[in-house]
């Protein structure tokens, strides 16, 4: 024991024992939590303690440090996209102190910590994307005075934000559904907003009586797709791709690729100036005139990797239900796939969740088969 | 710039790194490593920059000999370049009209040499987070500009902010390595065609100048990607591109000048974790002559001592 403990002795470095020191020190030290003992972690629960906190001391001693706190918890406490709780918290600093009253102050950055802390929770907000309202602004020139820094970084904010907010070409809803089914609504609408043909459909597995995972496929197919499927050569296997990844916020939906074969380029030798003999011009296919698709690659859907057939996210991700959304493709007018073989290849394993969900659906194929 | 201006809410690379600002009686106990920052004061920076890296040593260390030899295999590759600028100015045949319509390339990534006039950088490589990412070929034959974005921040107690990969074209030079820059004055839209995974990325172009204070001014612009297996042709005029100095956008806007470009780059560091994956096929420039705005944002007078200052 005595050798262990000079071992021990004689490996550390003196800035360790340094460390040792500060961690017992904060070991002693009771550290006063008022986030850490709630027990529901809301809003509710948050702007109470904000509330405590102003009505426990009229001088509102430490207010800064609480500010800190209290930006560091949010997350934790869900409110971070909220402007009512940052104006809460703008509210714990006291009104008219920290005004400049003369030209020196107002230069010299009067009250330093205070205003950098409020430029910090500025920017909290900006980096969650909340937008100050003129109230803040009030509630800042109140604290501050129309010299302060945090009023400049207000007023910037206020210049840009509004600016990027609507950029996105790209409609997302302010609040992203919970539920992943609309979640893969989205994700697959705005995948194929490319051909606003497209037809979203959502069908349940239990249409197909051998599927083994029951869950829902959002798939999607335009009629040019059906068209291009159909002069997809019998014999050139289909490839289903994926799971690929797209992101709709920070909410993340995998999708698959049902792709088939690009078409021959056809070598055109005909003079285009010749006008002696001009043909018919093609009709659109899937919609005028005859359904034989030009011979040039002129649809969207081809791209040089191959053509995109239909493409669909799953409940589960599973191999299965893949297979189910092939004969659920099938039974919604391409009878094609009956005849063409269909090559799964899952690039990437899916997530912990649908592996193990392929593993239970294997399992009981295997006791179906028993 | 000694502003503390705004900045995109929208993936602008923050991971300035902030110090405590102790008293100078703690000065012993703020050598110590890993000391925890109680609260986070930003160190007032000064105008001169020591460094164009702003700090970061990236260069490679070679010993002198080496370095010697390098040069010498240079030597007649810079002879060719020199040999080839001289013809072009006897030729005097510059394009001086852009056509209307067509998109000239820049870097078409279909070959490996493409992807190699550019440069990945992460916030793992300086040790200041846990993001990785690599640009590479794809299967398809384009670059595929991918890998991890992590948000997490390393318990340094000097760190903030982490979570950014970007990519960098390397600085243009003519020959015996003199320093240019790109003359993009005949076009006015930036085109690229992507196939992203439905986030957005930010487009940097860099101005570099000759003295310090312009080291770090880039001009930046979102990229959305729609995600998804179909490629995208995104176009976006130089006029709506915004200034920022060191990823904060500045008070006082000016349009880029299209014939002292530097750099071109995409960042991706929006904040959320996870894998991101963006194949492009090539960067070019257009002229559009419909487009005919000057700069995109209000250049109006402001109030004195209230902005940009």
Avoid at chain 1, 125 to 147: A, C, K, T, Y
Avoid at chain 1, 202 to 231: C, F, G, N, P
Avoid at chain 1, 312 to 318: E, F, L, N
Avoid at chain 2, 116 to 144: I, P, Q, W
Wanted: charged fraction near 25%.
């Amino acid at each position: 024991m005595a050798a262990k403990i000079l071992r021990t002795l004689l490996r550390t470095k003196p800035t360790n024992l340094m460390m040792k020191r500060f961690e017992s020190t904060e070991k002693r030290v009771v550290t006063f939590d008022p986030f850490g003992n709630k027990p529901q972690k809301n809003k509710k629960s948050y702007l109470e303690v904000i509330k405590m906190f102003e009505g426990r001391d009229i001088r509102r001693r430490g207010h800064v440090e609480f500010i800190y706190a209290a930006l560091s918890k949010m997350r934790e406490f869900g409110v971070q996209k909220d402007l009512e709780v940052y104006k809460a918290l703008i509210d714990v600093l006291p009104k008219g102190k920290f005004i400049p009253t003369n030209i020196f102050q107002a230069e010299f950055m009067h009250y330093p910590k205070q205003q950098q802390c409020a430029v910090d929770l500025l920017e909290q907000m900006e980096d969650n994307g909340v937008i100050p309202d003129s109230e803040v602004e009030q509630m800042l020139l109140n604290i501050f005075g129309r010299r302060g820094i945090p009023l400049r970084k207000f007023w910037r904010m206020l210049y840009w934000m509004p600016k990027f907010k609507n950029l996105s070409p790209w409609y997302l809803p302010s609040e992203l559904p919970n539920d992943t089914l609309e979640l893969a609504k989205l994700a697959i609408q705005r995948i194929t907003s490319v051909d606003p043909g497209t037809a979203v459909d959502v069908w349940q597995t239990e249409e197909i009586e051998a599927s083994l995972d029951k869950t829902w496929i959002v798939s999607a197919q335009s009629e040019i797709q059906k068209v291009l499927l159909e002069e997809q050569p019998p014999e050139e296997p289909l490839v289903i791709k994926g799971p690929f990844d797209v992101y709709l916020r920070d909410q993340v939906v995998t999708y698959f690729t049902l792709l088939g074969k690009t078409r021959q380029e056809v070598e055109d030798d005909k003079d285009p100036d010749d006008v002696s003999n001009i043909e018919k011009p093609p009709g659109i296919p899937g919609y005028l005139g005859s359904t034989k698709l030009p011979s040039v690659k002129c649809t969207v859907h081809e791209q040089d990797d191959g053509t995109i057939v239909a493409v669909c996210a799953t409940g589960t991700s599973s191999r299965d239900s893949l297979l189910s959304w092939i004969r659920l493709l099938e039974k919604n007018g391409n009878q094609v796939l009956s005849k063409i073989p269909v090559i799964f290849t899952l690039t990437a394993p899916p997530s912990d969740i649908a592996t193990q969900e392929t593993q239970i659906a294997t399992d009981e194929k295997s006791s179906v088969n028993q | 710039m000694l502003q503390m201006t705004s900045s995109i809410n929208i993936g602008v690379l923050k991971c300035l790194t902030k110090y405590r600002h102790f008293s100078t009686l703690c000065k012993n106990v703020n050598k110590c490593e890993g000391f925890p920052a109680v609260q986070n004061v930003t160190k007032r920076w000064l105008f001169w920059e020591p460094d164009r890296k702003g700090g970061y040593d990236t260069a490679h260390k070679v010993p002198f000999t080496e370095h010697l030899k390098n040069g010498f295999k240079e030597i007649k590759n810079e002879f060719r370049l020199l040999s080839q600028e001289m013809k072009d100015l006897i030729e005097t045949d510059p394009l001086l009209v852009a056509r209307p319509g067509e998109t000239d390339l820049v870097w078409c990534f279909n070959d490996q040499s493409v992807l190699d006039k550019f440069v990945t950088t992460c916030d793992s490589d300086h040790n200041e987070g846990y993001s990785t990412c690599k640009l590479e070929m794809s299967e398809a034959g384009r670059a595929r500009f991918h890998g991890v974005l992590d948000t997490r921040v390393p318990k340094d107690g000097r760190i903030k902010k982490a979570g950014y990969c970007a990519m960098r074209s390397h600085r243009v030079r003519k020959s015996f390595k003199r320093e240019a820059t790109y003359n993009w004055n005949l076009y006015n839209t930036l085109v690229l065609k992507v196939r992203g995974d439905g986030r957005s990325y930010l487009l940097n172009i860099s101005c570099e100048g000759y003295y310090d204070i312009t080291w770090n001014d880039i001009y930046h612009y979102v990229l959305y990607t729609r995600g998804g297996p179909y490629w995208q042709i995104a176009k976006i005029p130089f006029s709506k591109f915004v200034f920022g100095s060191k990823g904060r956008l500045q008070d006082k806007q000016n349009r880029m000048r299209l014939d002292r470009i530097t750099h071109f780059g995409i960042t991706c560091g929006d904040k959320i974790p996870g894998r991101f994956n963006l194949e492009i096929e090539y960067v070019g420039l257009e002229f559009d002559p419909t487009h005919d705005e000057e700069f995109a944002y209000e250049m109006y007078k402001t109030d004195k001592y209230i902005v940009a200052v």
